[in-house]
């Protein structure tokens, strides 16, 4: 049986779709590279060297997430409570930057920062919103380096990378 639309949701598909579009040439204009839309619909793009998403939810069209995921893993020697007060440091000094600690379905846990964009949905977000939102979030991922006292990964904030093939976490 083929589920059809109702008139009502039609309208937050197309106001997605037109956000999804939106969101796509701004990331275009401001940097943003390799610019995908996944199975779910999400964007994941490439910005200095960083791979991010950009997180929709279809039955609130005017809230996105810009999201970078598992930009620290934790180290065995580090305490999960150590790395929570640094992601509560993050959090609390940098504007609109949630940083958190979760935990991968290998058991791995992961530090990841995220900025929720709300915006008339008429309107769209702005270039300037997505800007802000990708200038917060590398000052967020320093702010856990600086916390957690790694003075070697300091350097490395700038070309943070997710999991995968030559990235910090393995």
Avoid: W
Wanted: glycine share 6%; hydrophobic share 35%.
């Amino acid at each position: 049986m083929v589920k059809r639309k109702s008139r009502k949701e039609e309208p937050k598909a197309d106001q997605l779709d037109q956000i999804r579009s939106n969101i796509s040439r701004i990331l275009a204009e401001v940097g943003g590279r390799e610019v995908d839309e996944d199975s779910d619909g999400d964007l994941t793009f490439t910005i200095q060297g960083t791979r991010h998403f950009v997180v929709f939810d279809a039955e609130d069209p005017e809230f996105v997430k810009v999201l970078l995921s598992g930009f620290y893993c934790r180290d065995p020697r580090t305490s999960r409570s150590e790395v929570l007060e640094a992601c509560n440091l993050a959090s609390n000094t940098i504007k609109t930057v949630k940083v958190v600690l979760g935990t991968r379905n290998d058991g791995i846990d992961i530090v990841s920062a995220s900025v929720d964009l709300v915006f008339d949905p008429s309107l769209g977000p702005t270039t300037r919103q997505i800007e802000r939102a990708l200038e917060a979030i590398p000052v967020a991922t320093r702010e856990v380096y600086l916390a957690l006292s790694l003075p070697d990964e300091r350097d490395r904030t700038e070309t943070i990378k997710v999991p995968g093939e030559n990235s910090i976490c393995h």
